[in-house]
């Protein structure tokens, strides 16, 4: 079974920094995409950033050179380093794999989302 865990959420000031990792567990053969979504309250879920198998990234316009994604293939793990964070930046930050091939879903691929981390941006 599958399992997306992310962490290192928490609060922060104005103008601070956070690092969001979230690993992937089980029996993975290979993961196409992994990417961040956030939901602020009230508010629908939207991308912030994502990876491609090969490193090929993406972000929302509101977070581009404020915040990078990278990833370990071989761990199976994405991280979002979150620089300049303003109030506007306050959500829960969920981590999602595309196109997961496990033991479980071979030869096809699954997606997958973890439940969620808060990150709280106020002085």
């Known amino acids: 079974q599958v399992q997306l865990v992310e962490s290192g959420g928490g609060l922060v000031q104005p103008g601070g920094s956070l690092r969001l990792s979230c690993a992937a567990s089980?029996?993975?053969?290979?993961?196409?995409?992994m990417g961040w979504y956030r939901q602020a309250p009230g508010k629908e879920r939207e991308l912030v950033a994502v990876?491609?198998?090969?490193?090929?990234?993406n972000y929302a316009d509101s977070v581009k050179g404020r915040f990078t994604i990278s990833r370990d293939n071989a761990k199976n793990t994405v991280s979002l380093q979150m620089n300049s964070l303003n109030p506007e930046d306050t959500a829960v930050y969920y981590c999602?794999?595309?196109?997961?091939?496990?033991?479980?879903?071979?030869?096809?691929?699954?997606?997958?989302w973890g439940k969620g981390t808060l990150v709280t941006v106020s002085s």
């Open positions: 089980g029996t993975i053969f290979s993961i196409d995409a």
């Open positions: 990876i491609s198998r090969l490193g090929t990234t």
């Open positions: 999602k794999a595309v196109g997961v091939r496990s033991r479980d879903s071979w030869p096809d691929g699954r997606d997958y």
